[in-house]
């Protein structure tokens, strides 16, 4: 299924499964942490049916952090902690990045649409 996300929602699920994975002591993937983030924020906007975590989080896949699926599923050995703290890290970041531009595109449109809006009004005169 997929859903109409904002940045900004993916930003806040980024930051929830960064603390779900902290709190599970590093002895999980990153997977199940974004689920279960995911999933909070889904359940908070009254939304129950199925999701895709590809279609939440596109970048949440291996190859943006360049690593393969080992045998046991995990892109990284469980214990690699380290790894898993900067791919979180990683993706937080690029969603801060993209909300920031964001605004920024929105901001320069504002002014640019007063501008236009004076210039009609200037004209008509």
Not at 33 to 54: H, S, V
Request: glycine share 4%.
């Amino acid at each position: 299924m997929k859903l109409d996300i904002t940045t900004e929602q993916r930003l806040q699920i980024c930051r929830d499964a960064s603390k779900i994975y902290l709190k599970q002591a590093g002895f999980v993937g990153l997977c199940y942490c974004f689920y279960l983030a995911t999933l909070k924020m889904l359940r908070d906007r009254g939304i129950t049916e199925p999701f895709d975590l590809k279609y939440i989080i596109p970048e949440l896949n291996p190859n943006f952090f360049n690593t393969k699926v080992g045998w046991s599923g995990y892109w990284w050995d469980i214990s690699d902690v380290s790894s898993r703290l900067y791919a979180l890290e990683k993706i937080t970041n690029l969603y801060k990045i993209k909300l920031i531009q964001e605004k920024e595109v929105k901001s320069k449109r504002r002014i640019l649409s007063k501008y236009l809006s004076f210039l009609t009004k200037w004209f008509k005169k």
